[in-house]
């Protein structure tokens, strides 16, 4: 069975500064990962896949994040937050191979942005 | 809008009623999944169809659940004798095929409170 761990329920960084959401996955298969974002009150939106293509993925709104096949991680980064980006992210594993299929989401990372 | 859409978006019912909800995908999305979101919690999986068929649904799924796409279009949720174990962020989201590539948008939700 796939897995996602999502390995802080907030992060709270200051305006400008760099953002890291870690994620370690579990799967067995060759996995498809992503993350989603999820501003209060609107829904859920894509931000970056790997599917077994480049390790470094760049996604949307300034975001990457790296596949590390050694570490299980697919850890989200941004090198200088902003206020918009205050919201939940999920770390999201494909449950069989492909993003076609349906999708098991981590607990979600609370982001806070400090004026 | 082109988007995935939902209705209700807020239903509110008391213990042992029957609810449905509707999902609109995606035009010609082939592929349509229902998910369910607990307060603080990410999206758990429920069940997945393609065109008309129902391919895979979740041990989450209980004999009160019941899903349909009648036509390979819309789709409908039904939950009935609501308990108040069922509150909770319905989502549907669609995709337009079955390969790696392929997105899952999501719609807004409908949020169910069962009194």
């Known amino acids: 069975a796939q897995s996602v761990t999502q390995l802080d329920s907030h992060v709270s960084v200051s305006e400008g500064t760099p953002v890291l959401l870690r994620c370690n996955y579990s799967?067995?298969?060759?996995?498809?990962l992503f993350w989603y974002v999820q501003h209060p009150n609107k829904g859920l939106q894509l931000l970056l896949k790997y599917t077994s293509a480049a390790t470094l993925v760049k996604g949307i709104n300034g975001f990457e994040a790296e596949f590390k096949k050694s570490e299980t991680s697919f850890h989200l980064t941004k090198p200088s937050a902003h206020m918009s980006d205050a919201a939940e992210y999920f770390c999201v594993v494909s449950r069989r191979g492909g993003g076609a299929d349906g999708l098991t989401f981590g607990k979600g990372t609370h982001l806070i942005i400090q004026p | 809008d082109t988007g995935v859409s939902q209705n209700p978006r807020h239903k509110i019912t008391k213990r042992g009623q029957n609810v449905t909800f509707r999902c609109d995908p995606i035009?010609?999305?082939?592929?349509l999944y229902w998910y369910r979101q607990t307060l603080g919690q990410g999206p758990e999986f429920l069940t997945y169809?393609?065109?008309?068929?129902?391919?895979?649904k979740s041990r989450l799924l209980s004999d009160r659940f019941s899903a349909e796409r009648p036509k390979g279009s819309f789709s409908t949720l039904e939950i009935q004798r609501t308990e108040q174990g069922d509150s909770a962020m319905y989502l549907c989201a669609s995709t337009a095929g079955t390969g790696d590539s392929y997105e899952q948008y999501f719609g807004p939700g409908t949020r169910l409170t069962v009194t």
């Open positions: 035009s010609e999305h082939n592929r």
């Open positions: 799967s067995s298969y060759s996995p498809s």
């Open positions: 169809f393609q065109n008309e068929a129902q391919l895979e």
